[in-house]
Structure formats: structure tokens, C-alpha cells
């Protein structure tokens, strides 16, 4: 649905039944009345401001007499907050942006969990990189288990299992639920198909031959093949830290084709690169 729609006979049905699950809020005006043609702009401004958070049902009163009839408007402008199929709050006359939104402040949900919401719904269609976005911006304003655990699920899917592993970690366990232990399980399995028989073989060479850069580099990309970005960067960052030009260069030069594959929006690069950056300034 729309977030700015004109409301008439025609789609009030289906209006009324989106309030079950969104607010809803009902702006009653007529073109004949000043007033109301400024509370239309600010109300239309609040709606882009919030960005979803509520669907704003325009009624034009000269158009839609029998609406404004049903709903007992008895003086224009009037706006309503439609929740549920029902008016749970309202004003009639003008008021600024910042009323506006603090009256709807009470009653809409807070960004955070608009943007889990979206998430979930992005997750059941198997979107999970259109998602992570929106978890990680909610975890920013919000660090509940909820949302750490719906950031984990992302991260699973998408092959960060360090990341996902972190945030399980950090949760509570009163929040150690069905789908906590569902990720769980999860992630179990990923490291267990992560630990290849390869990775096993040149971590036991790398241990009788600690000072074998060739080893040491194999053994990188096969943890980076794996997934396991955090060990290979940490297995990178210890002969760095003695030289900066290791192995004439191939060690950095790894190291840096594995945060360039991580991302920017990776916290476990930006990290890295950090650590880096003290080495070389």
C-alpha cells in the first residue's frame, strides 16, 4: 500500500484492514478551507520524514461526504489516528510538524523495529543482502537480543560466521530461546564443514614450520575459503606486526585481497585495517 493515498468508498475497506497490522492516519479536508491545505503539505511532509512508519489516508470531504459522515467530522481540518479499525487519537484545527509527530510518536512503532520488521520480511523471501542493512541499523539504535538474533540468522546466511558467532555470544540467557538455539545449531554445523581436511593439514605443517610463509599463505586462503576471515587475518597480522614487508610483500599484499573481499560495511575489516594503519603511520 501506498504511504500517501486518497481515501474513498471504493478502497476503506482495504484501508481499515491494513490498521490491524500499521497506523493508519485519516486527514479529512476540503479544498474550499485554507487551513486545511496547509495541514495537507505538513502532514504529507511528516509522512516523507517518517518513511513508512504510517500510511497517511487523505479524505477529500466534497468528494467523500459519507466517510466524513461515518467518522462524525464535525469540523475541518480534522486528522485521526486509525489503529486496530479504530480512532485512538486525533486533533481538529492546525498544528506544526512537531506536534504532529509527537502525538504520532505514541502510537507508531520506533525505527528500529520498522527496520526489523522489513528485514524479516526480506529474510522469508530469502533476501538476505537486502536485510543485513537493515539489521545492522538496527542493531546501532537498538542492542536487544532480537535484533542480534535476526543479524546473526543474516550473517549465517551469508557465510560471516565470525560475525554471527560474536553476536550469539552477547546473548543473554534469558534470550537463549528456540531460535537462538536454532542459530545456534547452525553455526555448529557451518564451522564443522568449515574445519576441511586441507585447513587441518597446513595448520599442522604451519606448526613444524612456523618461519614457511608458503605455508602460512595457503593456510590463509584456505581459512578465506572457509569463511573463517578472522583466523586467516589474525594468522596475516603476526608476521606484519614484526615486518610490514614480509615475505616481500605477499603477505600484505593477502592480507589486503581479503579485507578488499570482506567489504567496506565489514566490522571485522574495518577492524583489521585499523590494526594496519597503526603498523604503517
Known sequence: MEPILELTKENIQQVVDASMKQVIVLAFWASQNPDSLALMQTLESVSEQQNGRFILAKVNCEAEMEIANYFQIQNLPTTLVLHEGKPVDGFAGVQDAGQITAMLDKHLPAIWQLKLDQARVLLSENNAIGALPLLKEAYAEQQIAEVALALADVYLSLGALEDAQKLLDGVGLADQDSYYQTLKAKLALALDAADTPEIRKLQSDFEQAPDDFATLLALAKALHQAKRNDEALALLFTPLQKDVAADEGRVKALF??????????????????????????
Open 256 to 281: 589486503l585481497e581479503i579485507l578488499t573481499a570482506l567489504g567496506q560495511g565489514s566490522s571485522l575489516a574495518n577492524q583489521y585495517r585499523r590494526k594496519l594503519y597503526t603498523l604503517l603511520y
